[in-house]
């Protein structure tokens, strides 16, 4: 029974024995689980930073690069557009002057550019009050001169709005592309900075690429601002030219109506063709005429 006992007890003081020596490497084991998990998360985080950053800059330069597109797509348009209208503008400006009357004038048919659309909206203008057919109401209450001047600064306001189509594009990318360049920027520094710190190293070839490539983005910005500024102040300028040839030739039309108390003759095709027919048997009269005098010339 003894010897039982004292079996036992040696059995289970190496258990106990075997025991202690386990725990230590199983702690062991734990620990460095745990610092891997720590270490992989610490190596996951700065990556998803980088990518944030990446990510952030290279949207902010696609944003500009689609703005500078904008901007020359406007700048191409709008001049164009004003080239068509400076010379439909210098054709109407010598047909209309070149006419002998105000009658004249009115039966050109060239309603191309902003000076013959206000001509034949005031043209359109006389002939309706002259015929009678406006509406009594309160657009076309007052006289004449008045229904004239309210009709011309009306097509006026249309030429306007046409003018200054586009510029508003134009003058919020010349105002915003150079902040939207410099959000870019300050978020790629910070991605490179954090870099830089986690890197441990201050050199310059550390600092100067990370940093380098997120001013690409101010430069970027810098260089979409300044052709749509430009070309923003340059068309403001030509519409200013284009809205002061327009008030004088409103002004020049008013007082060509006055001189012929707002009157236009109405010219319709049978009115045009007994005035030929009145031509033709005026020149058949004058004719006959003719040879009645030679023929009383031969009898004398």
Do not use: C
Request: glycine share 8%.
């Amino acid at each position: 029974m003894t010897d039982t006992t004292t079996t036992a007890a040696v059995t289970a003081a190496d258990g106990l024995q075997q025991a202690a020596t386990q725990a230590p490497v199983l702690g062991a084991e734990v620990a460095g689980a745990v610092n891997t998990t720590a270490s992989a998360a610490a190596d996951i985080a700065p990556a998803g930073h980088d990518l944030t950053s990446a990510f952030i800059v290279d949207g902010t330069l696609n944003v500009l690069i689609a703005f500078s597109v904008v901007t020359w797509a406007l700048i191409l348009i709008k001049g164009i557009q004003h080239l068509r209208i400076s010379f439909h503008n210098r054709s109407y400006s010598k047909k209309f002057w070149g006419a002998s009357d105000f009658q004249t004038a009115a039966e050109l048919k060239e309603i191309k550019g902003p000076a013959a659309r206000v001509a034949e909206a005031g043209f359109t203008t006389l002939r309706e009050a002259d015929g009678g057919t406006t509406t009594h109401d309160l657009e076309h209450t007052g006289d004449r001169q008045e229904l004239l001047d309210r009709r011309l600064r009306q097509q006026m306001q249309k030429e306007r709005g046409a003018l200054e189509s586009g510029l508003a594009i134009l003058a919020t990318i010349g105002s915003i592309s150079p902040f939207v360049g410099l959000f870019g920027t300050v978020w790629g520094i910070m991605g490179a900075l954090t870099n830089i710190s986690k890197s441990g190293s201050a050199s310059l070839e550390v600092v100067a690429g990370p940093i380098g490539e997120a001013l690409v983005a101010t430069a970027v910005g810098i260089a979409v601002a300044v052709p749509a500024v430009i070309a923003y102040n340059f068309f403001i300028r030509r519409n200013k030219v284009i809205w002061a040839f327009l008030d004088d030739f409103s002004i020049d039309f008013v007082h060509l109506a006055l001189k012929t108390s707002f009157l236009i003759n109405r010219v319709t095709p049978a009115h045009g063709a007994s005035q030929r027919n009145n031509q033709y048997g005026n020149k058949k009269t004058v004719k006959a005429n003719i040879n009645d005098l030679e023929a009383e010339g031969a009898q004398i």
